[in-house]
């Protein structure tokens, strides 16, 4: 049974940083390509960041330059690194696992199987 469990989240004033971490278990996590998603209040769940079996990444414009994907398969766990955190980054952060490995429409939601629930991130200006 796959699991993927999330956990680094809270609060943080604007310009800070935080480091989010995703717990996977249940398949060849070093096989498949990750992914990270965010979903605000009323808002569609978007695409942040993607990095496929090999390292490569990928990341949404609204993110390049302050976050940072990295995962370390001998863990089994895929890190998000946020630094220079605004206000509009508040949201709740959800990783997931697609069966596929590379990034070819990382941001897309539905290309991915597997689902974490979610941890969230609040940041005040």
């Known amino acids: 049974q796959v699991q993927l469990v999330e956990s680094g989240g809270g609060s943080v004033q604007a310009g800070g940083s935080l480091r989010l971490s995703c717990a996977a278990s249940g398949y060849t996590y070093s096989s498949y390509s990750m992914g990270w998603f965010r979903q605000a209040p009323g808002k569609e769940r978007d695409g942040v960041a993607c990095?496929?079996?090999?390292?490569?990444?990928s990341y949404a414009d609204s993110v390049k330059g302050r976050f940072t994907v990295s995962r370390d398969n001998a863990k089994n766990t895929l890190y998000l690194q946020m630094n220079s955190l605004k206000p509009e980054d508040t949201a709740m952060y959800y990783c997931a696992a697609r069966v596929f490995r590379y990034c070819v429409a990382g941001m897309a939601s539905s290309r991915y199987k597997y689902w974490g629930q979610g941890t969230q991130v609040t940041v005040s200006s």
């Open positions: 990095i496929d079996s090999a390292g490569s990444t």
